[in-house]
């Protein structure tokens, strides 16, 4: 592994380890190593690495596993710890050539999101294993000063889908739209939580997140009040694996709505797709086209970041191919 130059979190440069804003937003203050002591795939560690995955009650086909500070180290929680952290090494399965390129992935579309697009993401960034291999991190935006201070639940929860009434693939199940019905049923003042669900969507179709389940958005329950939880599992799955389809829903968009020509003829969703799904689910027509704009080109931070990223030099241009077909899909004119 080369030497670190840029921040870890926030990839900003002319930093060797988190930049105070990273210390800040993702470690609660405490200046903390990006190193950690183990190997995900040596097998001396894995006994250890296993116990600690069956610890955890959070749901995903990636290995998640807890984590906490202690005495400025990230290290796994022993049994009955509360964690503050989740830690998301390369996939364990050997099948996918470029698995050890997933977490720097991930930490590049998540910074993306949040930095370049003002999408309220959980706080994340990389550690990196005794082997050199990156980590991503992410802080449970459930938990407080360690202590959990709000519930979580998915919207595959919400909506009743389950693997005995869906089948394996059941988080795929439904649309976009059936997610918006949700957020107006439990959300009472849903239009501003609304509006970051509809960019939290473009944003998945713009950066090749084929992945973005139901699973993959949650609401959190704070004192008995409802919110949209912050993006998570933000990921250009395309860069690894194409899926076949653009978005991450069988539904897509909304059954209910006509799709554009473009749609129709290409099977790929343009700018008028987006406006009929805004209008869908309730915004303004202004606020609709205020959030479609930011989509009407990549912006050089975006590249910014991409370039000073932990992916390799081939993953980058792979990452920037996709991310400009799929915008040369959006900007198309369509009726």
């Known amino acids: 592994m080369k030497a670190i130059e840029v921040c870890p979190s926030t990839l900003r440069s002319g930093y060797e ?72 090494p390369a996939p364990l399965s050997l099948g996918l050539s470029t698995r050890k390129q997933i977490p720097a992935n991930e930490h590049l579309t998540m910074q993306i999101a949040s930095q370049v697009y003002g999408i309220k993401t959980a706080s994340n960034g990389l550690c990196f294993s005794s082997t050199h291999q990156p980590v991503y991190i992410t802080k449970r935006f459930d938990v407080n000063r360690g202590l959990k201070d709000c519930s979580q639940e998915d919207f595959a929860a919400i909506l009743q889908m389950t693997e005995e009434g869906g089948g394996s693939d059941f988080k795929y199940h ?83 709505i006509e799709k554009s020509d473009a749609y129709d003829r290409t099977g790929h969703p343009c700018r008028l797709d987006f406006e009929r799904f805004g209008d869908r689910i309730g915004l303004p027509d202004r606020r609709v086209a205020q959030v479609l704009d930011m989509f009407m080109q990549i912006p050089q931070e975006a590249y910014a970041l991409i370039d000073r990223s932990f992916l390799n030099d081939k993953m980058k241009r792979a990452y920037k191919r996709v991310i400009v077909e799929r915008l040369m899909r959006y900007v198309r004119k369509s009726e």
């Open 17 to 88: 380890t988190y930049s105070p804003q990273a210390v800040k937003e993702l470690f609660d203050g405490k200046v903390v190593s990006p190193f950690i002591d183990i190997d995900f795939e040596n097998d001396r560690d894995l006994r250890c690495v296993m116990e600690n995955m069956n610890n955890m009650s959070i749901s995903g086909a990636q290995e998640k596993f807890s984590a906490v500070v202690d005495n400025g180290k990230i290290r796994l929680t022993n049994k009955g710890e509360q964690a503050t952290h989740i830690l998301k």
């Open 174 to 256: 439904g649309s976009y739209a059936q997610i918006a019905d949700a957020i107006k049923q439990f959300v009472p003042a849903w239009m501003p939580q609304m509006e970051q669900f509809f960019k939290m969507v473009v944003f998945d179709y713009l950066y090749g997140n084929e992945d973005a389940h139901t699973k993959n958005f949650s609401l959190v329950n704070k004192k008995g009040e409802y919110f949209l939880a912050p993006a998570y599992d933000l990921i250009n799955t395309c860069i690894h694996i194409q899926s076949g389809s653009d978005l991450g829903l069988i539904g897509g968009l909304s059954p209910d």
